[in-house]
């Protein structure tokens, strides 16, 4: 780890990162006064401070009619990057997930947008991450959830995306596995996270139909889209560093780093190609971002310095 990039990942500007640098990099603890000092910081400055202050009195974001709509706007995916930024569980945070909660839990045991019926894996995956991180991991229906994303792998063990079969873009469920502890693993959420690891191994995090550009940009925030640093994060997590596999997109990863150690935001979403961009264009979602694109991302070089010190 260079020390300039370290210095700069914990400048004061932007207390999440500088939190995330402290204990996941260098290896602090929560209880170390500055690390207490710069998470009390996290909802009074920076990102966080002013996603926090568009949130309407009664816990939601842009509209109460739907916690979904307008995509990447919404009180969902607000609370994805609030969890993202290790915002702590507040009366703020609290009125958005018990909102959450009470709309996005289905009568099947996982979660979905407002108005479904039934449960979508990407939605269950990412909803449960978010509630375990601000506190309701004992919760009876993020635990239901949990059940429901080990029943919902497929056979090759990969998860359904829509209408599609295991396919690596269905990758929500192995970082929720990552994020959570392993002292409460059950033996089928280990068989359900071993089987999804080589599932992306088996693919070295790329190898699926003809090559898809956006997967080798890297973004953020993520919302339910993959990239090839979306994988490493989560494989590396899981303690899959060593694994051959990984060469190419570590060697990748490597290959974008800047001469002055940092990374670059590629990409915000939707950055889509083919098909599925045109059916994105006849109704364009507003693109939410933390940073300028093409320029250094303190967000994506944690996440790269991270993966590399896994791997190390």
């Not at 509209?63 to 990447?72: F, M, N, Q, T």
């Not at 596999?245 to 190609?273: M, T, V």
């Amino acid at each position: 780890m260079r020390k300039d990039v370290i210095g700069w990942l914990l400048e004061d500007d932007q207390p999440s990162i500088k939190y995330l640098t402290l204990t996941e990099l260098l290896g602090k603890k929560d209880r170390e006064p500055e690390v207490k000092h710069t998470l009390e910081l996290i909802p009074r400055r920076g990102w966080a401070q002013g996603i926090l202050a568009k949130q309407s009195a009664q816990g939601w974001w842009v509209s109460g009619s739907s916690l979904s709509r307008p995509k990447y706007l919404a009180t969902y995916w607000m609370l994805l990057i609030l969890s993202d930024l290790r915002v702590p569980r507040d009366s703020r945070i609290i009125r958005a997930c018990d909102l959450l909660l009470k709309r996005f839990s289905k009568n099947d045991g996982g979660f979905g947008y407002d108005k479904m019926r039934t449960s979508e894996m990407c939605i269950t995956a990412s909803a449960a991450l978010l509630l375990f991180r601000f506190g309701y991991g004992d919760d009876p229906r993020v635990k239901s959830a949990i059940r429901w994303l080990v029943d919902d792998q497929k056979e090759n063990g990969g998860w359904r995306c829509g209408w599609r079969r295991g396919i690596i873009d269905g990758w929500e469920p192995m970082a929720f596995f990552a994020a959570y502890p392993k002292k409460k693993w059950t033996r089928s959420i280990k068989r359900a996270a071993e089987r999804g690891a080589e599932f992306y191994l088996e693919r070295e995090l790329h190898k699926e139909g003809k090559p898809y550009q956006p997967w080798y940009r890297f973004h953020y925030p993520v919302h339910y889209y993959y990239d090839v640093l979306v994988g490493l994060d989560f494989l590396t997590r899981l303690g899959y560093g060593q694994d051959r596999r990984l060469s190419f997109a570590l060697n990748l990863l490597k290959e974008k780093r800047r001469p002055d150690g940092k990374w670059s935001l590629e990409g915000i979403h939707p950055d889509l190609e083919g098909k599925i961009a045109e059916l994105y264009s006849r109704k364009p979602p507003i693109s939410f971002s933390i940073e300028p694109v093409g320029r250094p991302s303190k967000m994506v070089t944690l996440r790269a310095v991270r993966v590399l010190q896994r791997t190390d």
